[in-house]
């Protein structure tokens, strides 16, 4: 699961950066759970070949990565406005409640945002 995890942030930040075919061979694997084969037929291209585009394209966002470390900065950007958000929250009591839940709703899309990935 932590693979499929790692392998989806890196699609979603270098998913651009792949042939076209690379994005389809990745997302039918990662997101929408084609075996091997299904792609193959799918793509009307070999099973061999869509195992090719998969290890080539995962090859290459880990190249990215490696070089530009988006998803690594993301990562830490994301603890860090959790820690923040906690840290507020705790600050939170009768007197300042209405002045910390207005600091805290603010917080929520990007919270939101950050959970469901």
Same mark, same amino acid.
């Given at each position: $699961?932590?693979? &499929?995890?790692?392998?989806?942030?890196?699609?979603? %930040?270098?998913?651009?950066?792949?042939?076209?075919?690379? #994005?389809?061979? %990745?997302?039918?694997?990662? *997101?929408?759970? &084609?075996?091997?084969? =299904?792609? @193959? =037929?799918?793509?009307?291209?070999? !099973?061999?070949? /869509?195992?090719?585009?998969?290890?080539?394209?995962?090859?290459?966002? =880990?190249? *990215?990565? +490696? +070089? $530009?470390?988006?998803?690594?900065? *993301? #990562?830490?950007?994301?603890? !860090? %406005?959790?820690?923040? *958000?906690? @840290?507020?929250?705790?600050?939170?009591?009768?007197?300042?409640?209405? /002045?910390?839940?207005?600091?805290?709703?603010?917080?929520?899309?990007?919270? !939101?945002? $950050?959970?469901? /990935?």
């Amino acid at each position: $699961m932590n693979q &499929f995890l790692h392998l989806s942030a890196l699609f979603d %930040l270098y998913g651009s950066l792949l042939t076209g075919r690379q #994005q389809d061979c %990745l997302r039918m694997h990662l *997101y929408e759970d &084609f075996s091997l084969s =299904e792609i @193959a =037929e799918t793509l009307g291209i070999s !099973r061999q070949a /869509v195992y090719d585009n998969i290890h080539r394209s995962t090859d290459a966002m =880990e190249s *990215y990565e +490696k +070089k $530009m470390r988006l998803a690594a900065r *993301y #990562q830490k950007e994301r603890l !860090r %406005l959790n820690e923040i *958000y906690e @840290a507020v929250l705790a600050m939170r009591d009768t007197e300042n409640a209405e /002045v910390i839940d207005a600091i805290l709703s603010r917080f929520e899309p990007f919270l !939101r945002c $950050m959970r469901e /990935v």
